[in-house]
């Protein structure tokens, strides 16, 4: 594909995931400010990976939210970041219960 013919399919699947998801992208601010209401200071690379991880997983809880709990597959993909992000969590922290 054309660099022009990639940008027309990207276009095509925001348009496509607006129909499911509407703005949501936007909450994710408003969401990461009242969980974390003192800010989040991250400094070595297990710590970008976990809250990345992290990130990820409030995403998919908030696209859940948004289709009224219906969308399977946000179901899915929050399984599979919380398994992801346990493992890595384990690998990090002795402590972790």
């Known amino acids: ?3 022009a013919e990639t940008l027309d399919a ?4 925001f348009r496509e995931r607006g129909k499911t998801y509407g703005d949501n992208y936007r909450r994710i601010g408003q ?13 070595t690379p297990e710590e970008f990976l976990e809250w990345s ?20 597959d946000s179901i899915h993909d929050i399984g599979v970041y919380a398994a ?4 890595v969590i ?8």
């Not at 384990?90 to 219960?97: A, F, G, I, P, T």
């Open 1 to 3: 594909m054309t660099p």
């Open 10 to 13: 990207m276009a095509r699947t």
């Open 31 to 43: 969401v990461m400010a009242a969980l974390f209401p003192d800010g989040v200071t991250l400094r």
């Open 53 to 72: 991880l992290f990130d990820l997983l409030v995403v998919k809880l908030t696209r859940l939210a948004v289709t009224d709990l219906r969308h399977v």
């Open 84 to 87: 992801m992000l346990e493992s």
């Open 90 to 97: 384990k690998e990090s922290h002795e402590d972790c219960v």
